[in-house]
């Protein structure tokens, strides 16, 4: 994993970078959240989750393999919210995030992201006792 410093001005930049290969795991509506999970492996013995939280607009392939979260350039971004619906009053509030992979691109324009490293249950509930740090996180 690798985290890099944000963007300045309208340049693009990688934001964060992991060699895993994350899955969409879960998107519920009701507190607009968006889980990109990537398992447990034999190299990674602990899972690691991307959170994006406030989502209001997303497109996503299911998986990303060697995954770079980036931003876009401020004409891009402007797009991407005019399309989702914001009210201009909000969009200072939102991050436009890119994501690209081996496997496909899209992105996610939500109020916050987190990548969360911790715990080994994958396929049922995650389990609120399994400690898991925030290695990174970003607030629009």
């Given at each position: 994993m690798t985290v890099l410093p944000g963007a300045a001005g309208g340049d693009v930049s990688v934001l964060f970078a992991s060699e895993r290969t994350f899955r969409v795991w879960r998107y519920g509506v009701g507190h607009s959240q968006l889980l990109l999970r990537a398992a447990p492996d034999a190299a990674h013995p602990v899972r690691m989750d991307l959170l994006f939280?406030?989502?209001?607009?997303?497109?996503?392939?299911?998986?990303?393999e060697t995954l770079e979260v980036h931003t876009f350039d401020d004409e891009e971004s402007g797009r991407i919210l005019e399309r989702s619906g914001v009210p201009s009053r909000w969009r200072s509030e939102r991050l436009v995030l890119g994501l690209r992979s081996r496997s496909g691109t899209g992105y996610v324009q939500c109020r916050k992201v987190?990548?969360?490293?911790?715990?080994?249950?994958?396929?049922?509930?995650?389990?609120?006792?399994?400690p898991v740090d925030v290695v990174w996180s970003l607030r629009g």
């Open positions: 939280e406030g989502v209001d607009a997303m497109q996503l392939v299911t998986r990303y987190s990548a969360l490293l911790g715990g080994t249950n994958v396929l049922g509930p995650d389990d609120p006792a399994e």
